[in-house]
């Protein structure tokens, strides 16, 4: 099994910048992608960025993209959102996940962490 603990959040202003670290451990030789996803309150769960675990395929929901970066370091088997030009709508609890089976990065994850609120002021 794979398991998943995320740190980074905190409280930013907006127009400021935040990385979350999701630090991964367990069977990683099993896992296909590994993900970021977030909620508000009210709403449902909503993808914001994944990545290929061994190859350098990520992908990026609309609203993040150009501003959120994806990365992985593989010798700390940690994977970062880089968070930039934040924006108050931006304000979610952000969990990693991460999946075993392809191919598509968007949908399919089945092992969760606990979640990093991530709050932006106006």
């Known amino acids: 099994q794979v398991q998943l603990v995320e740190s980074g959040g905190g409280l930013v202003q907006a127009g400021g910048s935040l990385r979350l670290s999701c630090s991964v451990s367990?069977?990683?030789?099993?896992?296909?992608?590994t993900g970021w996803f977030r909620q508000a309150p009210g709403k449902e769960r909503e993808f914001v960025s994944a990545t290929r675990w061994s190859a350098a395929v990520t992908r990026y929901e609309e609203s993040v993209s150009g501003r959120f970066r994806i990365s992985r370091d593989s010798a700390k088997n940690t994977v970062y959102l880089q968070m930039n030009s934040l924006k108050p709508e931006d304000t979610a609890v952000y969990y990693c996940?991460?999946?075993?089976?392809?191919?598509?990065?968007?949908?399919?994850?089945?092992?969760w962490g606990q979640g990093t609120q991530v709050t932006v002021s106006s």
């Open positions: 367990g069977r990683t030789d099993n896992i296909f992608a």
């Open positions: 996940a991460s999946k075993t089976r392809g191919p598509l990065l968007v949908t399919g994850y089945d092992t």
